[in-house]
C-alpha cells in the first residue's frame, strides 16, 4: 500500500525554527509536495520537490531524499501566522496525488 | 496566475434535497480537476478525479449515484450532492490541474456545506 507520515501535531516558539518531516511509501515517485491549510481555508502551494536537495523559498525550504523516501519541510523565523496545517503530498507513478494526513503546528508568543 | 473558485462558498440545505457545487479555473484551461472532502480537524480526502468530457473516477467507498460529477469544459466542473443527509454536511474542496509537465493543484476556496 501507499503510506505517508508525518507528524501529528508540533508545538514551537515565535522566531524560532521548526522543521516537520514526511516520510512517505509510494508505487512510484514523481515529485513531492508540501501545502499550507489554515483553518477553514483551502490548502495553498508552498514548495514541490522532486530532486534531491534543499530548495529555499524565503523563510521555508524544503528538503527532499528519494532514497531514504524522506523529505522536511523547515520554517524559520516563526511567525503566529504560520499555526496553520502543513501537509506533505506525493505523486505517484500514476500521477496521483498521495497526501499525508498532515501536521497541525502550533506557534506559542 | 493559476486561479481556481468555487461557488458558493458556503450553503445551507435541507435533509433529501440536492446541492451544486461549481469549481471554475479562471485562467488556465483545467484538463483534470479533483474533488476533495475534509471533515473537521482530519485531512483531505480525494472523491474522484474528472477528466475534461469524460466520466469521472470515483474513489473507493464514493457513490457515484451520490455524488454527480460533470466536467463540461476546460474551465468548469460541477459537483451535485444528491438526496442530502446531515452526514454529508463537510468542507468540499476542488482542485484543478492543467499545466503541462507539471502536477501541482490549484486548489478553490472550499465549499462549507451544512445539511440540517
Known amino acids: 500500500g501507499q503510506n505517508i507520515d508525518q507528524p501529528t501535531e508540533m508545538t514551537a516558539t515565535e522566531g524560532a525554527i521548526v522543521q516537520i518531516n514526511c516520510t512517505y511509501q509510494?508505487?512510484?515517485?514523481?515529485?513531492l509536495f508540501w501545502y499550507q491549510q489554515h483553518a477553514g481555508e483551502a490548502p495553498t502551494f508552498l514548495s514541490y520537490?522532486?530532486l534531491d536537495g534543499l530548495e529555499e523559498k524565503g523563510r521555508f525550504s524544503s528538503f527532499l531524499s528519494r532514497s531514504k523516501g524522506y523529505s522536511y519541510l523547515l520554517l524559520k523565523e516563526l511567525q503566529m501566522k504560520d499555526s496553520a496545517s502543513y501537509l506533505c503530498?506525493?505523486?505517484?507513478?500514476?500521477?496521483?496525488?498521495?497526501w499525508g494526513a498532515g501536521t497541525k503546528l502550533i506557534i506559542k508568543p | 496566475g493559476a486561479v481556481v473558485s468555487q461557488h458558493p462558498s458556503w450553503v445551507i440545505c435541507k435533509s433529501g434535497t440536492s446541492v451544486k457545487i461549481e469549481c471554475r479555473s479562471l485562467?488556465?484551461?483545467?484538463?483534470?480537476m479533483f474533488w476533495y472532502r475534509q471533515f473537521p480537524k482530519q485531512s483531505l480526502m480525494l472523491m474522484a478525479t474528472?477528466?475534461?468530457?469524460?466520466?469521472?473516477?470515483?474513489e473507493q467507498g464514493v457513490e457515484k449515484d451520490k455524488f454527480l460529477i460533470n466536467h463540461a469544459s476546460l474551465t468548469l466542473s460541477t459537483l451535485t450532492v444528491t438526496s442530502a443527509h446531515p452526514e454529508d454536511s463537510s468542507f468540499y474542496i476542488c482542485?484543478?490541474?492543467?499545466?503541462?509537465?507539471?502536477?501541482?493543484?490549484?486548489f478553490g476556496p472550499g465549499t462549507r456545506l451544512t445539511v440540517t
Open positions: 503530498a506525493v505523486i505517484d507513478s500514476n500521477y496521483q496525488l498521495i
Open positions: 474528472s477528466n475534461e468530457g469524460s466520466k469521472a473516477t470515483y
Open positions: 482542485s484543478a490541474r492543467g499545466l503541462a509537465g507539471y502536477y501541482e493543484q490549484y
Open positions: 509510494t508505487s512510484g515517485f514523481n515529485g
Open positions: 520537490n522532486v
Open positions: 485562467d488556465f484551461q483545467a484538463t483534470t
